[in-house]
């Protein structure tokens, strides 16, 4: 459903942290081959690095977890970039995402679900997001392609997959 949102793939929300979630919005940041500026990420051995630069999620996948009763929000899961109005299913290890007028990313990997996501789900049960056990809900990890200037309202375009 599209409740009231651009009819184009788009950033919904940008978040950052000091470290942990949940992450919280801004109104743009400048994403570098190192991440998002004013993120960090609270343990770097499974967090952040060239090729976990940003942490993607879906809009549309967190509303189905809302749905469903639980209490997660846009950047609760530690995400980066929120994005909206876009298939998912297409957003895989090896395809490239164009993010507005500047940043192209290249998906790394699913991430794999961390416990201090428990509280946002029903019994704690954080592997909700997890794409071994629930394919498709998973956030996925990119590197950065190309840096740049982000903005919500920016417009995404995913690429096929990388050869």
Request: aromatic share 6%.
């Amino acid at each position: 459903m599209n409740r009231g949102r651009p009819p184009y793939p788009h950033v919904h929300q940008i978040s950052v942290s000091d470290g942990g979630v949940p992450k919280r919005p801004v109104f743009e940041a400048r994403v570098t081959a190192q991440g998002v500026a004013g993120d960090r990420q609270r343990n770097v051995k499974v967090h952040g690095g060239p090729d976990r630069a940003v942490c993607l999620y879906s809009l549309e996948v967190i509303e189905r977890l809302q749905d469903e009763g639980h209490s997660i929000e846009p950047g609760f899961s530690g995400e980066n970039l929120t994005l909206a109005e876009l298939d998912w299913g297409l957003v895989q290890p090896g395809v490239r995402v164009i993010v507005g007028p500047e940043v192209e990313l290249e998906v790394t990997s699913y991430t794999v679900p961390c416990s201090h996501n428990a509280r946002w789900f029903h019994d704690g049960d954080y592997q909700r997001i997890s794409q071994k056990t629930h394919p498709g809900w998973s956030r996925v990890y990119a590197k950065v392609l190309k840096e740049g200037v982000v903005r919500p309202g920016d417009q995404v375009d995913v690429q096929a997959k990388v050869r």
